[in-house]
């Protein structure tokens, strides 16, 4: 296809597609992001009942939950460029299809082996929910793509955030087993409603795959303003992962005592956040997704700071300060990660599948980063070592979004790869 004639497609394209995103669909794609995505946490709540049935120990159940992260991470890497190359339909339809095989696998799992390998294609096949939010921002008219985009990822951060809490009770009542077998009915239903409701999406680009995974450094290069956004959001995925990954050891221990379904009902506070972001959408569109992005940062600071304070105050408030202190960093940090999306979305409306693996490659490797120093800090020093390593991120990405350059943070966006 020459470039003139694809330029023309795309045109058609761009101008149809702004027309099909109605609410509806827009329900929908939120939908799906959540049920997919929610795939890779099912299994954490459930690791105590998994061990005793398949006769296991902590240190082999451990395996489940980073085989699934390391899926997504490397489906991220390697498959989600694809939806720059690809109908984005198709691509979403076939890892669905691939995410219902995969936990059925867990469902049916007869040894640890088994559950394993199922847990890592169960990583790789949720990399659908990044398809769907680049294909809500393709399809939505340019005065609406934050709006839209931070609607679909409030199912997406629900579906993160209430994951846990569903499977927990779900295994509870149900078993392990049941609990999968669930997720697989749930995936299933949504990719039948994603085949009848969502657009095809035309792709973006002619390049081969490899040349498609070469570009990614290409286009790193190019887009000052998507590397400012990357790095901005993983420094604060290095606080936003350091506090949750210790969290529930902390609150375990003195003075709090707690359980750990006390602990997690911490999770629904920072649900909050995930119902705000399409407000931070709406900012985007308004006064830039710079300010937004900037306005999320600080909010997360904010909020990590109260984290390091809380120990300080009156033991009858503690729990009361530390519960609006989550759901103020977790509003930060959902809010910024909508805003530069929105901001990376619009560096390069042809590459839109492969800046989004970008910027999710690095926010997971901040939030890798941020479990393990909190790991080190929080056994030497305690929660206020925690808390300090948040806000020295939190000022990082602060400084980012202060220092973008002006001119050069958006120079890079006229440019193609």
Not at 127 to 152: F, H, K, S
Not at 174 to 195: D, E
Not at 249 to 259: Q, S, V, Y
Request: one cysteine or more; proline letters at 4%; hydrophobic letters at 55%.
């Amino acid at each position: 296809m020459s470039s003139i004639h694809l330029s023309n497609v795309l045109g058609a394209a761009s101008s149809h597609q702004g027309v099909a995103l109605s609410p509806a669909l827009v329900r929908l794609l939120a939908v799906g992001a959540g049920l997919t995505v929610a795939a890779l946490y099912y299994a954490q709540p459930m690791l105590g009942v998994l061990g005793a049935q398949l006769g296991v120990g902590p240190q082999t159940l451990g395996f489940v939950p980073m085989l699934t992260q390391l899926g997504y991470a490397l489906g991220i890497l390697l498959t989600a460029p694809l939806g720059d190359r690809c109908d984005r339909r198709t691509l979403v339809l076939v890892k669905c299809g691939w995410l219902v095989a995969a936990l059925a696998g867990a469902a049916l799992a007869p040894s640890i082996g088994w559950l394993l390998l199922a847990s890592f294609a169960i990583g790789l096949a949720a990399t659908a929910a990044q398809d769907i939010v680049p294909a809500a921002a393709t399809l939505a008219p340019e005065a609406r793509r934050g709006q839209a985009v931070g609607a679909v990822m409030t199912g997406l951060l629900l579906g993160i955030l209430l994951s846990r809490v569903v499977s927990g009770f779900a295994a509870e009542h149900l078993g392990w087993r049941s609990t999968f077998g669930l997720a697989a009915v749930s995936v299933a239903l949504v990719a039948l409603a994603l085949a009848r409701g969502l657009p095809h999406v035309l792709p973006t680009t002619n390049l081969g795959y490899g040349a498609l995974l070469a570009s990614l450094g290409s286009l790193w290069r190019r887009h000052p303003s998507v590397r400012q956004a990357a790095l901005a959001q993983g420094a604060l995925a290095v606080g936003f992962s350091a506090i949750w990954s210790t969290l529930a050891m902390w609150l375990h221990g003195a003075p709090f005592h707690m359980g750990s379904a006390a602990a997690g009902a911490f999770g629904i506070a920072g649900a909050a956040g995930a119902l705000a972001a399409p407000w931070f959408g709406r900012l985007a569109d308004r006064h830039g997704p710079h300010r937004s992005a900037l306005a999320g940062a600080c909010l997360a600071l904010a909020g990590y700071a109260v984290t390091g304070l809380v120990g300080g105050l009156p033991q009858g408030v503690q729990v009361a300060a530390l519960a609006l202190a989550v759901i103020v960093f977790d509003l930060g940090f959902q809010g910024a990660l909508v805003s530069h999306q929105s901001l990376v979305y619009s560096a390069d409306p042809s590459a839109r599948s492969r800046l989004n693996a970008l910027l999710f490659v690095v926010m997971f490797g901040g939030m890798a980063s941020g479990s393990v120093l909190a790991g080190m800090l929080f056994a030497r020093w305690g929660w206020n070592a925690v808390a300090g390593l948040a806000v020295a991120s939190a000022l990082v990405a602060v400084g980012l979004r202060l220092g973008r350059g002006g001119s050069a943070g958006t120079a890079g966006t006229m440019q193609r790869p």
